[in-house]
């Protein structure tokens, strides 16, 4: 009778394992687990549209952050993020027949009319993705330019984000990040604190700019160094990153 027992231990001990193991998950993507947690919150998405694009138009605001990051005919851009399509549009036109955009989003519903609308535009140029909220899954060494347009608060597993998009950009290219400075729960993100996140990852801010009419700020980012080992990254804890508003 006695001799089973090493065989209930082993069973109880592998189940508690396994209960420890799914708590200790909490809820997170497969694929995100291998990461740090993001110590601040995160904006709930609330919709495709930032804004009127008529608004944003009359306030030059895909023209001025096209410019600020140097975007050329003949570019492969990304628009991470894309939403109805606003930033989709401008690009196609700017990067011109020779030059290529895939837009992305994690929503297949927004996704789906955003296809839509690149057919009935003619958008030859556009591509649509569906995208993962821990991993925009981009082909590797594609991207001169990778846009994150008051869409990266919303980015609940940040370092995993950044570290699956790192690979996707040529040599020399750039992330853009447009948002307003706020907390992360209330449709925002200090610049303080992205800067951390994104140096966490090996991320070098390149350009920094506010204007009104990006109803927020222009944030650039290139790669530099080694992309570092998952577990290796430090969570950032910045100082009024977490407010809510």
């Known amino acids: 009778m006695f001799r089973h027992r090493p065989f209930a231990f082993a069973a ?4 508690l394992c396994a209960c420890q193991q799914r708590t200790a998950d909490d809820g997170r993507a497969p694929g995100a687990r291998a ?10 998405v609330t919709g495709a549209a930032f804004g009127s694009e008529a608004d944003r138009d009359r306030m030059g605001e895909a023209r001025a952050v096209m410019d600020l990051a140097r975007v050329a005919p003949g570019m ?19 990067v011109g027949t ?4 895939l837009a992305e989003d994690i929503d297949p519903q927004v996704t789906e009319a955003l296809g839509a609308r690149v057919m009935r535009d003619g958008l030859d ?3 649509i993705k569906l995208g993962k909220a821990d991993d925009p899954s981009l082909p590797p060494r594609s ?35 447009v948002d307003r400075d706020r907390g992360t729960g209330a449709h925002g993100i200090p610049p303080a604190l992205l800067f951390c996140e994104m140096a966490a990852v090996g991320f070098r801010l390149t350009e920094f700019v506010r204007k009104p009419e990006l109803q927020g700020y222009y944030a650039q980012f290139e790669a530099v160094g080694a992309r570092p080992a998952p577990e290796k990254i430090v969570p950032c804890r910045v100082p009024g990153g977490t407010q809510a508003d």
């Open 12 to 15: 109880l001990t592998l189940a």
């Open 125 to 127: 140029n556009v591509s």
């Open 35 to 44: 990461f740090p947690k993001a110590e601040r919150p995160f904006s709930e």
């Open 98 to 101: 020779k030059g290529r955009v």
């Open 143 to 177: 991207f001169d330019r990778i846009f994150m347009v008051h869409m990266y608060h919303e980015v609940a597993e940040p370092y995993a984000f950044l570290w699956h998009l790192r690979p996707a950009l040529h040599s020399g290219g750039k992330v853009i990040v």
């Open 76 to 94: 492969t851009v990304a628009d991470i993020g894309a939403g109805g399509g606003y930033y989709t549009v401008h690009l196609a036109e700017r």
